[in-house]
Nanobody
Framework: VQLVESGGGLVQPGGSLGLSCTASGFNFGVNAIGWFRQVPGKERERVSCISNRDGITYYADSVKGRFTISVDNAKNTVYLQMNSLLPEDTAVYYC????????????????WGQGTQVTVSS
């Protein structure tokens, strides 16, 4: 199983950025992909998740109304559109795969991408 993120970078506060996560090596359509973020010294935080089979989504309270997760099963790709970005959104963002449905705990995501840096700064 391989997950590859792309789309990170530097953006000013209030700006937008889109992340992509392309998966290979497993049955993408029946599983779930989550987006997490981590800053040094803090635990990895689940930001959003989507069940690829039924489209059920989850958002952390801190990103509701600003981030949108979507899936293109034909491309084995999950997207995270981030709008109205805040400096506190600065982190390394990871995508991760879970079996069958979105999971709460980090330990329930056995497959991870390499991470992509998102920096929100003026």
């Amino acid at each position: 199983v391989q997950l590859v993120e792309s789309g990170g970078g530097l953006v000013q506060p209030g700006g937008s950025l889109g992340l992509s996560c392309t998966a290979s090596g497993f049955n993408f359509g029946v599983n779930a992909i989550g987006w997490f973020r981590q800053v040094p010294g803090k635990e990895r935080e689940r930001v959003s998740c989507i069940s690829n089979r039924d489209g059920i989504t989850y958002y952390a309270d801190s990103v509701k109304g600003r981030f949108t997760i979507s899936v293109d099963n034909a491309k084995n790709t999950v997207y995270l559109q981030m709008n109205s970005l805040l400096p506190e959104d600065t982190a390394v963002y990871y995508c991760a795969a879970a079996w069958f449905r979105c999971r709460v705990a980090v330990r329930d995501y056995p497959y991870w991408g390499q991470g992509t840096q998102v920096t929100v700064s003026s």
